[in-house]
């Protein structure tokens, strides 16, 4: 396993996506353990975009709870259907948040949070998880972001 991700700092975001899931994968390979999968995947994105906030919340029972991040404390527990997290998990689908206040029912964990993008994770129909991206700047994420992120946790699927 490596033991230092290479992050080549002059690349555009798209380029910098394409030089890092391939060391996600790789740091992933071969580890069965999902919370040392999901903690390694959100500090390799955190170090590689410095993004505000990057974390997990894990479908269990109703409710969404708080799993492996990197970041300041957030909320434990969000409700099916609620906030960004809550409704990307009961839509199935990314939501891309360029400015959280405009989001009806976004869940406010950090005042410092301005835009987010939720990934749900997928297995055999279901959602199991979401991945929560949160940034301190306006409008941050984009397509690029969201396919990136996408094709991460359609991976991440057979972690679970
Ligand atoms: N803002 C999220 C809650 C999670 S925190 O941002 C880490 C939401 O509205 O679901």
Same mark, same amino acid.
């Given at each position: 396993?490596?033991?230092?991700?290479? %992050?080549?700092?002059? %690349?555009? *975001?798209?380029?910098?996506?394409?030089q890092?899931l391939?060391?996600?994968?790789?740091?992933?390979?071969?580890e069965?353990?999902?919370?040392?999968?999901?903690?390694?995947?959100?500090?390799?994105?955190?170090?590689?975009?410095?993004?505000?906030?990057?974390?997990?919340? %894990?479908?269990?029972?109703?409710?969404?709870? #708080?799993?492996?991040?990197?970041?300041?404390?957030?909320?434990?527990r969000?409700?099916?259907? *609620?906030?960004?997290?809550?409704?990307?998990?009961?839509?199935? *689908?990314? #939501?891309?948040?360029?400015?959280?206040?405009?989001?009806?029912?976004?869940?406010?964990?950090?005042?410092?949070? *301005?835009?987010?993008?939720?990934?749900?994770?997928?297995?055999?129909?279901?959602?199991?998880?979401?991945?929560?991206?949160?940034?301190?700047?306006?409008?941050?994420?984009?397509?690029?972001?969201?396919?990136? #992120?996408?094709? %991460?946790?359609?991976?991440?699927?057979?972690?679970?």
């Open positions: 396993m490596a033991e230092e991700l290479l %992050l080549d700092t002059t %690349l555009t *975001k798209a380029e910098k996506y394409r890092l391939p060391q996600i994968e790789a740091l992933t390979t071969g069965p353990d999902l919370v040392a999968n999901l903690a390694n995947t959100a500090a390799a994105l955190r170090q590689a975009f410095g993004f505000f906030w990057v974390g997990f919340y %894990l479908v269990k029972n109703d409710e969404l709870v #708080l799993g492996p991040f990197q970041g300041p404390i957030a909320c434990t969000i409700r099916h259907g *609620k906030g960004v997290c809550g409704s990307s998990w009961a839509l199935a *689908k990314t #939501l891309l948040v360029p400015d959280v206040e405009q989001f009806p029912g976004h869940i406010a964990c950090s005042s410092e949070s *301005k835009s987010e993008i939720v990934v749900p994770i997928v297995q055999d129909g279901q959602v199991v998880a979401v991945l929560d991206v949160d940034s301190d700047l306006l409008n941050d994420f984009d397509h690029d972001d969201q396919a990136a #992120l996408e094709q %991460l946790m359609l991976a991440a699927a057979r972690w679970f």
